[in-house]
């Protein structure tokens, strides 16, 4: 049988995971206001470009097309009926670039709801992990990544529907930013050590970090992560920097070669799946394997 992402990560192996989907939808013509789940079905063989293009640039693991796929988000496009079909299909999508042998990871963002703002009550948040969580494993996925989370509340729920209703690997990760005193928390004031004891808790398999500013700041961040806990495996997908506009442009100002240059450190310093979020793209995964490698 085909061993877990833990268990390749106890054998002592890094693995490489890929880079940013939204900004590469973007690139292929996505507009503004468009909905990126709908592509899983109106432009599938774009997607699976994206896909194919990170499983040859040498990823292990590569997500899915379903950042956005939770009824809530849907629903601002009118598609809150469609998150099983749009779901299911992004993780078949990815699962035909990886074969049998690579790993799908089914993405999971955040609602954009909030429970302390009484937008949504616990049991609607659930539900609607749940029947994510759900078709992307009915779709393919090997684990599910439930990624650039705020709020500790929302994370540990998502975190549980997903552990209760999956046979799946789960993984949490949240956005951190860097505060003037030096700090890492998150928007909603979540610190790396918080987050590892409540996800460990909520049953997730693997924790770390996503998005941000840039990989530098993801080995401080990774190295609180170890100060808590030396065991879990930890997962980061990091910016390819803050963006910057250019004219009308946004642009990440990382290149491929400054990425590169952090990761080794930042593989010492415990992370064990590293990759990208938005902004990199295949050139930055393939120069990531082959100083991992
Ligand atoms: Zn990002």
Known sequence: MKPTLSELISRGK????DGAWGTILQAKGLKP???PEQWNIDHPEAVLDIARSYIEAGADTIETN????NSFKLMSFGLENQVYE???KAAEISRLAAGDDKYVLGSIGPTGKMLVMGDVNEEELYDSFKNQAVALYDGGADALVIETMTAIDEATIAVRAARENTPCEVICTMTFDH???GDYRTMMGVSPAEMVVALKEAGAHIVGANCGNGIEGMIPI???IRSVDKDIPVLIHANAGLPVLNGTCTVFPESPEMMAAFAPQLA????NIIGGCCGTTPEHIRKLAEVLR
């Open 14 to 17: 890094t693995l490489i995971s």
């Open 33 to 35: 206001g468009e909905c």
């Open 66 to 69: 379903s950042f956005g796929g």
């Open 86 to 88: 749009l779901n299911r």
């Open 179 to 181: 505060l003037k005193t």
């Open 222 to 224: 990774t190295e609180e």
């Open 268 to 271: 010492r310093a415990g992370a």
